[in-house]
């Protein structure tokens, strides 16, 4: 996985409803991948050491996975026995399953996220650390009270909360409001990213496979519309392989193709005409509507439309066609 220098960590579906998050409190360090340029230099031995030190005795400092990571400009396979190790007071310790993250000693409330393989990108492939996360290595205070765990699940609850802050606003023609969309395997509508900054809806459209494409903050920014020449699924698993695609839920603001049977509104098409005309309804039918504004709004509902209109909840699930 490659992440640009002092880039924002990102989460996705680790608590509560799958939600991405980009932490910008928690900056990307050491996160190279094969293809990437990296800034190359020389670290002196002593932030080595004490590089090597965190690594095998901070485990409060570390989020440990249940897998192994291979290097990727290294020809190995991530198997235990061939992993990158260090040896730190005769203890071997094999690189590839956890992530540190370094308070910053300048800067209170930043961290640095690294893999636990930055030391071997450093002995091994010449890269340079940035001087901040270098001086956050040499200045750690191993008798810190602290608690990697407890400290990411206070930040992602702050980020939480603004989630459902921005989900809240009233839909007053004023604020954009964010709608969270989930894939959907049974209608075949699938969500997700490719790379960090690019969010996508992928199906098929009559007998065409688009792509709809939204940047960071939620803005459409592409549609991409290809004949149906192969299998649906082998296109998507194409599009999955070249785009380096992630399914999963996306945030994005609302919008409308004009020349497809697409987009996002906060209500659905039969009330939008009702607050287009209303004087062509009768008392008891506005009472209705306004009813069911109110009920949309405060529960979060709005409708998806993809050759069909689907009407999904707060969390982005479609609950009914």
């Given at each position: 996985?490659?992440?640009?220098?002092?880039?924002?960590?990102?989460?996705?579906?680790?608590?509560?409803?799958?939600?991405?998050?980009?932490?910008?409190?928690?900056?990307?360090?050491?996160?190279?991948?094969?293809?990437?340029?990296?800034?190359?230099?020389?670290?002196?031995?002593?932030?080595?050491?004490?590089?090597?030190?965190?690594?095998?005795?901070?485990?409060?400092?570390?989020?440990?996975?249940?897998?192994?990571?291979?290097?990727?400009?290294?020809?190995?396979?991530?198997?235990?026995?061939?992993?990158?190790?260090?040896?730190?007071?005769?203890?071997?310790w094999s690189l590839g399953n956890s992530v540190m993250w370094l308070?910053?000693?300048?800067?209170?409330?930043?961290?640095?996220?690294?893999?636990?393989?930055?030391?071997?990108?450093?002995?091994?492939?010449?890269?340079?650390?940035?001087?901040?996360?270098?001086?956050?290595?040499?200045?750690?205070?191993?008798?810190?009270?602290?608690?990697?765990?407890?400290?990411?699940?206070?930040?992602?609850?702050?980020?939480?909360?603004?989630?459902?802050?921005?989900?809240?606003?009233?839909?007053?023609?004023?604020?954009?409001?964010?709608?969270?969309?989930?894939?959907?395997?049974?209608?075949?509508?699938?969500?997700?990213?490719?790379?960090?900054?690019?969010?996508?809806?992928?199906?098929?459209?009559?007998?065409?496979?688009?792509?709809?494409?939204?940047?960071?903050?939620?803005?459409?920014?592409?549609?991409?519309?290809?004949?149906?020449?192969?299998?649906?699924?082998?296109?998507?698993?194409?599009?999955?392989?070249?785009?380096?695609?992630?399914?999963?839920?996306?945030?994005?603001?609302?919008?409308?193709?004009?020349?497809?049977?697409?987009?996002?509104?906060?209500?659905?098409?039969?009330?939008?005409?009702?607050?287009?005309?209303?004087?062509?309804?009768?008392?008891?039918?506005?009472?209705?509507?306004?009813?069911?504004?109110?009920?949309?709004?405060?529960?979060?509902?709005?409708?998806?439309?993809?050759?069909?209109?689907?009407?999904?909840?707060?969390?982005?699930?479609?609950?009914?066609s």
């Amino acid at each position: 996985m490659y992440f640009k220098d002092f880039d924002g960590y990102s989460y996705g579906t680790y608590y509560g409803k799958d939600l991405v998050m980009v932490l910008d409190e928690v900056k990307t360090i050491g996160w190279l991948e094969n293809g990437h340029e990296y800034p190359k230099g020389e670290v002196d031995e002593q932030t080595l050491f004490n590089l090597r030190k965190l690594i095998v005795t901070a485990r409060s400092a570390q989020i440990y996975s249940m897998d192994f990571h291979d290097c990727d400009f290294c020809e190995t396979q991530p198997d235990l026995d061939l992993c990158p190790q260090i040896i730190f007071k005769g203890e071997e310790w094999s690189l590839g399953n956890s992530v540190m993250w370094l308070p910053s000693p300048t800067s209170s409330g930043i961290f640095y996220a690294a893999p636990d393989l930055i030391y071997h990108y450093i002995v091994d492939h010449g890269y340079r650390p940035p001087d901040a996360f270098l001086e956050a290595v040499n200045c750690y205070d191993f008798d810190l009270n602290w608690n990697v765990w407890d400290t990411r699940q206070s930040i992602m609850e702050k980020h939480r909360q603004r989630i459902r802050s921005e989900e809240n606003k009233p839909i007053d023609g004023t604020v954009p409001r964010i709608f969270t969309l989930q894939p959907n395997m049974h209608y075949e509508i699938y969500t997700g990213f490719s790379g960090r900054n690019t969010q996508i809806i992928a199906s098929h459209y009559d007998d065409r496979f688009v792509v709809v494409t939204f940047d960071r903050e939620g803005n459409l920014t592409q549609v991409i519309d290809r004949p149906q020449v192969v299998d649906y699924l082998e296109a998507l698993q194409t599009m999955f392989k070249e785009n380096g695609f992630v399914v999963g839920p996306i945030r994005i603001k609302a919008f409308s193709l004009a020349d497809y049977d697409i987009g996002v509104s906060g209500l659905s098409q039969y009330v939008d005409d009702f607050l287009h005309d209303p004087e062509k309804f009768s008392k008891e039918e506005k009472a209705e509507f306004q009813e069911e504004i109110l009920d949309w709004n405060d529960n979060g509902r709005f409708e998806f439309l993809w050759m069909n209109d689907f009407w999904c909840d707060r969390d982005g699930y479609i609950t009914a066609s």
